[in-house]
């Protein structure tokens, strides 16, 4: 069964800065790119980020270019989204998610997805 | 970056009802949309990927349809686990964008 368990999420200050943290499980993790999306509170989703399946290639929203760094460590299972410079408005539910493609395949479609960690900026 | 506008925002139907979901694309996407299921304090879930194609598991009265700029989701019997919020979402350029989302309420 895939599994998908971000953390990481809590209240940071602005221009503050955070780690987040998905573990990953349940299917062969250095297949597949994956991805960070955000939902504000009663807002939609976001797209944020994705990183290729070797780690070779990422790309980011225009609204967090310069300020967040998508990683992963294959070792280790594990995907991470260091977050800089935090502003209000990347205040949200911050899910990580599978691309649906395998095999170096980065297809932009989420098959997976985790149940969020909680990323509140705020003074 | 392509914009994604669904129509309606919302709506209201009752259980049996068909029901049909727009999702327009301000540029051509060929069939790279996807479609998703979000319900209240839960993660998206996957329903239809490449526009038209069905996600293993997915109900049949779930079908995607369209290419270029205007796609269409359509619920052929609207059943009460279908009452939830549903998103296109394009994945032909980066940065990859979700439509606004559109509501299904209960009538």
């Known amino acids: 069964e895939v599994q998908l368990v971000e953390s990481g999420g809590v209240v940071v200050q602005p221009g503050g800065s955070l780690r987040l943290s998905c573990a990953a499980s349940g299917f062969t993790f250095d297949d597949y790119a994956m991805h960070w999306v955000r939902q504000a509170p009663g807002k939609g989703l976001e797209w944020v980020s994705l990183i290729s399946w070797d780690g070779g290639s990422t790309y980011y929203a225009d609204s967090v270019k310069g300020r967040f760094t998508i990683s992963r460590d294959n070792s280790k299972n594990s995907l991470y989204l260091q977050m800089n410079s935090l502003r209000a408005e990347d205040t949200a539910l911050y899910y990580c998610?599978?691309?649906?493609?395998?095999?170096?395949?980065?297809?932009?479609?989420?098959?997976?997805w985790g149940q969020g960690t909680l990323v509140t900026v705020s003074s | 970056a392509i914009q994604l506008t669904q129509s309606p925002s919302s709506l209201s139907a009752s259980v049996g009802d068909r029901v049909t979901i727009t999702c327009r694309a301000s540029q051509g996407i060929s069939s790279a949309l996807a479609w998703y299921q979000q319900k209240p304090g839960k993660a998206p879930k996957l329903l239809i990927y490449d526009a038209s194609s069905l996600e293993s598991g997915v109900p049949s009265r779930f079908s995607g349809s369209g290419s270029g700029t205007d796609f269409t989701l359509t619920i052929s019997s609207l059943q009460p686990e279908d009452f939830a919020t549903y998103y296109c979402q394009q994945f032909n350029n980066y940065p990859l964008t979700f439509g606004g989302g559109t509501k299904v309420e209960i009538k």
């Open positions: 998610a599978k691309d649906i493609s395998g095999g170096g395949v980065n297809s932009g479609t989420f098959d997976y």
